[in-house]
């Protein structure tokens, strides 16, 4: 009988796997066989800022987005700012199974058409020409397709026939062009550093063939890509650390029609289903909050009626301490979601969960495991963000000092790489290209990039200054000495290092309000070829003053200046609104820093009293449409709270009220955090008027246990939510200070449970060396070439692709919209951090 069933199943699985059902066009627009998803242009290139390895023809294999970037390109390995194409038209025929891309370079007036059919399991693309390929796009246009090197290298692959691997590391050939004959980059924009030379870096193929079976040892990641034209291999990491594998087949010259083919067959594996991603808190948790682990499920899986939870013992031996049911939650995007509610286990000891065939790495239940969330992001990643220092921890230099020659006047009608612009005027005393002195000193790297970004920056002292006042946590770790612009973490010098992290802000911004006379709206960088910089900040820019009268590369004979034109830029186009938000930091400010340093707090008040007057004539000067709106909303009810608390007068109040209710009326999840705020200020009956907010609140909090199985909001945008959750935290936190009988206590504990592993994709904790068992491991920080992090670095996170994919690279760092950290984001993790520890200890 046994023998028997064995026997049926082993014809069973034979049925299936040669009836494994072909691809086939869905009701999302995307062509799908279970373990493979290919979307055509689901997801459209942007140019410039966006990262461009989100984009085109699309590969999703065994759960994991492997391949992007097909379209017809114009680089043999496309970069961030080489020219994408316009999408000009997307028909999606169900009924024919076919999508059509129309794709255009406006630069080079050429159009293509990209069509993409199934073929049983392949689908078959074909590009399209109307016209020829333009005389100045021969041999340069091409098809192409990308393929992630971190799920690729140290694998196989086979060109008709013949064997070969993926390098671990960029190490094949290039040959050098001239510049003349480089393709236009976006905007204009040069990627590169010539050195003089005036010629190109171009990667050479590693391969050329008409068959290439990429990954035959790895049945998850097998590919098959044939053509009658030669396609060609290429490592786009020759060029930028952040490139992928590419194959391309340039287009015929002179050709109409259909001029290329290709047939790609990703290999999938018979029955597979993805396995189960079991969400937890890597962190644990402590004995009386909620327990639920949220397990999310390949929708062919079968739900499993039972979880448990195992407890290690001190002998090292294990044994189950809770079993319990699995309900199904339901649907949510591509899976299906079901809880395991574990709360009734209190013991403090060390676990891990079991679910099906799924073991759990190990967390902790104890009333300490909430004691050091914020540690490793105040003890070690503000610090590495801080500019124009050098950086030290034990054995090790996080960076020099960086941006020794200064800033340079930005010239009127910059357009910026970073999203920023200098109008057309400097609005300052400077000329173009005019050193502005004394600006070299203080503020924080903005993100993964290098650049003093004033908002942010202000933000940053607010958080800061936020987390003395509420907080006064002491904590000394770190040795800051603006005399020897020398930092070294885990060296207490005895003086709290929120103070100091306080002080190295303002120094920046005062400087900035002081020389320009108003606020910057950032320092940053002044060629692309240095924006993109990774590694040690000190050395971005050679350090010397840049003299024109010099040749590029030569230095002074003082050694003092160079005529390379590296030097960063002020932007300086003024924003009055910009000016206001200073002139509330620096009152708050000057009351903070009046002990540690009275002359900076002089400073300070000084610039915050006459931002403040100046800024106010200017935005009541500003006929504009957006400044008009402005106004009308009664301004920023959060900053009149702020110069309330530092002032006590009476008119300051007056235009909180006059602002909070509108506002929360208006936008009610948005408005009720500043209100909250306002509490402890405000007198019982501004409290009662504010009840009806907060249970208007709580109803939302309840919704998003409908609208997701995680509770928390989930963002959809191109920079993931990680920033969106922990505001969240922070809101609920306050809300159930303040008013317990309406939000319990145990929502307080959804934030955690997402920030440290109870998530989509993988259950790793978002913040770096952060959460017990397994923190994620690669971020987009400077250190990002590494595939390293920067301790204390909370991960933007989940991040979506249309239209139904949610997705965060954990050996892969570089995309910025999943595993960047800024530096206001961390500051507001630190919020939520001790805002959460302290109303959790309640
Ligand atoms: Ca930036
Ligand atoms: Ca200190
Ligand atoms: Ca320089």
């Not at 195992?310 to 031996?317: L, M, N, R, T």
């Not at 000329?431 to 004394?438: H, M, Q, R, S, Y």
Request: aromatic share 12%; net charge negative; glycine share 8%.
């Amino acid at each position: 009988m046994k023998r028997f069933s064995v026997f049926a199943a082993l014809l069973l699985m034979a049925a299936c796997q040669s009836e494994a059902p072909d691809l086939k066009l869905n009701d999302l627009g995307y062509f799908e066989r279970q373990g493979v998803n290919v979307l055509v242009f689901s997801n459209p290139f942007s140019g410039g800022f966006n990262d461009e390895k989100n984009s085109g023809i699309e590969i999703i294999h065994h759960g994991v987005r492997t391949v992007q970037g097909g379209a017809v390109r114009l680089n043999v390995t496309p970069e961030q700012w080489d020219l994408v194409p316009t999408m000009t038209s997307r028909v999606v025929d169900t009924l024919a199974q076919r999508i059509e891309v129309g794709m255009r370079f406006d630069w080079y007036d050429f159009d293509s058409r990209v069509v993409v059919e199934p073929k049983g399991k392949a689908v078959e693309i074909s590009v399209y020409l109307d016209k020829p390929v333009p005389e100045a796009l021969a041999g340069e246009a091409g098809f192409n397709l990308e393929f992630l090197p971190s799920q690729y290298w140290n694998k196989a692959y086979l060109v008709d026939g013949k064997p070969s691997r993926f390098p671990r590391y960029a190490v094949s050939d290039t040959k050098v062009r001239p510049n003349e004959e480089k393709v236009r980059q976006f905007k204009g924009y040069r990627t590169y550093d010539d050195r003089g030379t005036g010629e190109f870096i171009e990667p050479l193929p590693l391969s050329a063939g008409h068959e290439f079976l990429l990954a035959p040892d790895d049945p998850q990641r097998m590919v098959k890509v044939t053509s009658e034209s030669e396609i060609r291999l290429y490592d786009g990491r020759m060029l930028a650390q952040n490139g992928w594998y590419v194959l391309r087949t340039v287009l015929p010259a002179g050709k109409t029609g259909k001029v290329v083919t290709w047939t790609v067959e990703p290999n999938a594996v018979p029955g597979w289903i993805r396995e189960p991603n079991v969400g937890f808190s890597q962190m644990g948790y402590v004995p009386e909050q909620p327990k639920v682990a949220v397990i999310e499920l390949d929708r062919k899986d079968k739900v499993q009626a039972k979880a448990s939870v195992w407890k290690v013992e001190a002998d090292g031996s294990t044994h189950e301490a809770f079993s319990g049911p699995v309900k199904v939650w339901g649907e949510y995007y591509k899976y299906n979601y079901a809880k395991f509610d574990f709360s009734a286990l209190k013991e403090p000891g060390v676990y891990f969960l079991r679910y099906g065939d799924v073991t759990t790495g190990n967390f902790i239940i104890d009333p300490s495991v909430y004691d050091k969330i914020t540690v490793a992001t105040s003890d070690v990643w503000i610090p590495v963000h801080m500019n124009h220092m050098a950086v030290h921890e034990a054995y090790r230099l996080w960076h020099g000092e960086p941006f020794k020659e200064g800033y340079l006047q930005a010239p009127p009608s910059t357009d910026h790489f970073d999203l920023h612009w200098q109008g057309p005027t400097t609005d300052t005393r400077f000329k173009a290209l005019e050193l502005i002195p004394g600006l070299n000193v203080g503020g924080y790297f903005d993100a993964g990039d290098f650049d003093i970004e004033t908002g942010s920056n202000i933000s940053v002292v607010m958080n800061l200054i936020t987390l003395w006042e509420q907080f006064r946590s002491e904590r000394d770790e770190t040795f800051v000495s603006e005399e020897q612009r020398y930092v070294e973490l885990h060296r207490p010098d005895g003086t709290p290092d929120i103070l100091q992290y306080i002080e190295h802000g303002v120094l920046n911004l005062v400087a900035q309000a002081e020389q320009i006379g108003h606020m910057a709206q950032t320092l940053s960088n002044s060629v692309l070829d240095n924006y993109h910089h990774l590694g040690d900040a000190a050395g971005i820019t050679d350090g010397l003053h840049y003299d024109p009268r010099l040749k590029p590369y030569q230095k002074s004979a003082d050694g003092k200046s160079s005529g390379t034109p590296d030097d960063m830029w002020a932007f300086t186009s003024r924003n009055p609104g910009l000016d206001l938000q200073a002139a509330t930091m620096f009152a708050a400010a000057s009351r903070v820093l009046a002990e540690k340093n009275p002359g900076l707090a002089q400073r300070a008040l000084k610039q915050s009293i006459r931002l403040e007057e100046e800024g106010t004539k200017l935005m009541a000067a500003d006929t504009s449409s957006r400044n008009r709106r402005r106004m009308n909303q009664g301004g920023n009810f959060s900053t009149a709270l702020q110069l309330y608390v530092s002032t006590k007068e009476q008119k300051y109040l007056d235009q909180f009220t006059a602002a909070v209710w509108p506002a929360l009326e208006r936008m009610p999840n948005g408005a009720i955090s500043a209100a909250l705020d306002a509490v402890p200020y405000m007198d019982a009956a501004y409290k009662e008027k504010l009840r009806p907010y907060v249970e208007q609140y709580r109803d939302y909090i309840l919704q998003l246990e409908k609208d997701n199985p995680y509770g928390v909001p989930i963002g959809l945008g191109n920079w993931a939510g990680g920033g969106q959750v922990t505001g969240f935290g922070t809101t609920v936190c306050n809300a159930h200070r303040h008013y317990p009988d309406i939000i319990g206590k145990e929502h307080i504990y959804k934030t955690p449970a997402w920030l440290f592993g109870c998530h989509p994709y993988h259950n790793y904790s978002w913040v770096a060396a952060v959460g017990a068992a397994r923190p994620k491991q690669v971020f987009y920080g400077n250190n990002r070439a590494d595939f390293s992090f920067i301790p204390g670095n909370m991960a933007p996170g989940l991040l979506f692709r249309q239209p139904d994919h949610f997705e965060n690279y954990d050996d892969w760092p570089f995309l910025w919209g999943q595993n960047e950290g800024t530096i206001a984001g961390n500051t507001g993790y630190l919020i939520w951090g001790e805002t959460f520890r302290n109303v959790e200890a309640k």
